[in-house]
């Protein structure tokens, strides 16, 4: 009598840890609609508002140009260096404040259920899956800068800022 009320105790607790397991896993994936379709971003010609985190971005990476579609040219990968000089450059032919993001501003970008590019290809056309620079230094190894690596979504601090990464302007609201 004792082990089958043992037994009908771990069958429960292994229902009860199946549907608990079911439930938290697939609550991530039930969340696809992203970006523009979700009503993070808004889009207006070559900027993209993002209500979240109250700030402007630059549709297109350095380099890019918008053709009023999506983004033309090729990419520029830059060091921290080039980054100040072409933040001047910005704030000359577009107007306003633009900087490299914040760690957690770029990492809102990320889109984890999207398959190839963990960005918003919509609000973001051709980006390219690969470390794109924050302007903010890792604080446990202050030598480096973090980056957010759009073909994993995942953030590292490990670059130094000689080393050439792409580059998406940002500017408050």
């Given at each position: 009598m004792l082990r089958?009320?043992?037994?009908m105790q771990r069958?429960?607790?292994?229902?009860?840890v199946m549907v608990c397991g079911a439930f938290f896993?697939?609550?991530p994936t039930a969340a696809v609609a992203?970006?523009?379709?979700?009503g993070q971003f808004l889009?207006?010609?070559?900027?993209?508002?993002?209500?979240r985190s109250g700030v402007e971005w630059m549709r297109c990476s350095v380099g890019q140009r918008w053709n009023g579609n999506s983004c033309d040219g090729e990419i520029i990968r830059l060091n921290h260096d080039d980054v100040a000089r072409a933040i001047v450059i910005a704030n000359e032919q577009l107007g306003g404040s633009w900087r490299l993001p914040s760690?957690?501003?770029l990492e809102g970008l990320v889109c984890a259920a999207c398959e190839v590019i963990k960005i918003d290809s919509d609000s973001f056309p051709q980006t390219v899956p690969e470390p794109y620079w924050t302007g903010e230094?890792?604080?446990f190894a202050s030598r480096h800068f973090w980056s957010v690596n759009f073909m994993t979504g995942y953030t590292y601090g490990r670059f130094f800022p000689q080393q050439k990464l792409?580059?998406?302007?940002?500017?408050?609201?």
């Open positions: 089958q009320l043992m037994n069958s429960y607790f292994v229902v009860l896993m697939s609550a992203t970006g523009l379709a979700n889009a207006r010609d070559h900027l993209i508002i993002d209500l760690r957690e501003e230094v890792n604080g792409a580059v998406r302007l940002v500017r408050d609201r």
